[in-house]
């Protein structure tokens, strides 16, 4: 739920580049606007005359950005397609429409959940051989496994956010002496460094749990692995398993020293995203913060500049894997409407992820989109990363649970490792209440 709110300021990343294309004017009655981002041959084409609607939950930047991927596809096929922004909370728009029997031709949704919670209802349509063959082409067998529900293939993963950062202040670093490390070792050193320069090295975000759970993420993918980590996802191991003591026990290394948290664990604890990069960068308190790409916008709206004094090195490893872990949306056809089907295989296609990896503030979890295609350095190496990592890349741990266990504030995992943060030698005992409440959120 966390990343739909965040994903927000994916937009942000556009102050990352020094040039950058997209723009136009507003579109107007939700027709899609600006000028076309390809050209395509004149004469008769395969979907004129059909109509198509998407909705999903993007607006502004981000909103004008996607129809200029959809204003490729209408050059490209003569489709008509127009956009419904859903606002924040996709279910409460999209509920009452299917229900009534006039859903949108596609949605795009802000988690996997949602796949399986419309294909209960039975509101998707299975997706077609030639979305198939495009989603084998260009993406790991799991991003296809995500999209599924009940053995069937329902939903394309289209955008993703890179949640494997950790961002720091080039003076900070620059002052202690020290450089990005590149495994959790160095990483400890450096955040010991870096305090004794009289700086704290991390600035906190614990008042919005969802930071934690991505922290915890970061951590247990390196040190467990990927099987382990689908297996977690799943309840398939318990929160009581020896992995998760392990990834507890990394994460102790930095918030069990009070000189490493800036404000200590009480004022970690008040501390909400985005003041903790604001702390870093406005108030330059503290010199690092562990948060995805979108800590960019924060980052340039507190005054440093991304790639000079705003800085960030891969999540450093604490175990045999890299971790690189996204957020994202899934395209799902909600009618078997002609078009729909074209639509989505064109958005899982390397053609139509290129087409908007041109524009700022986005990312492609397709592995055939090059990162040439991006217009700044940030997001040319974020998305190599993601092609680098492989099979090893996986969607954010919490959003793959139960709400009421991975994505409600003040409860579930979001308070317990709150509970954590305030007092990280009770491995145990979060252990325990992990898996008391991941045991009645399964059930």
Known sequence: MRT??????LAGLALA??????????????????????????????????SIEVAAKWTGEEQRNFEQVLKAFQAKTGAKVTYASTGEDTGAYLGPRVQGGNPPDIAILPQPGLVQQYADQDALKPLSP??????????????????????KVYGVLVKAAHKSLIWYNSTSF????????????????????VADSGVAPFSLCGASGWTLTDLFENVYLSTAGPDNYDKLSKHEIK??????????QKIAEITGKKEYVLGGTSGALQTDFPTCVTQVYGQKKAAMVIE???VAASAAESGAKVGETAKFFPFPKAGETEPVVLG????????????????????????????WAKLPGYLSPNRNVSPANYPSELTKTLAQTIIDAGESVRYDMSDLAP???????????????????????????????????????WK
């Open 130 to 151: 030639e979305v198939l063959a495009e989603i084998d082409k260009n993406y790991t067998p799991y991003w296809k496994e995500l999209g599924s529900a009940d053995g």
């Open 292 to 294: 995805a790409d979108f």
């Open 403 to 441: 709400s009421a266990f991975g994505g409600t504030d003040g409860k579930g995992e979001w308070k317990l490792l709150q509970d954590f943060l305030r007092d990280p030698s009770d491995i145990k005992g979060i252990q325990q209440k992990l898996e008391d409440e991941a045991a009645k959120a």
């Open 174 to 193: 620059e002052d202690a002496g020290v450089q990005p490390p590149t495994d959790w070792a160095g990483l400890v050193t450096a955040a010991q460094t």
């Open 239 to 248: 929160w009581t398993d020896a992995t998760v003591t392990a990834a507890l």
């Open 328 to 355: 994202g949306d899934i395209a799902v056809a909600l009618k078997e409407s002609k078009g729909a089907m074209e639509l989505l295989a064109y958005l899982a296609s390397a053609e139509g992820g290129s087409v």
């Open 17 to 50: 580049a020094a040039a950058c294309g997209g723009g136009g004017g507003t579109p107007q009655s939700g027709q899609t606007g600006g000028a076309a981002t390809s050209s395509a041959p004149a004469g008769p084409k395969p979907l004129d005359g059909v």
């Open 4 to 9: 739909a709110k965040a994903l927000a300021a």
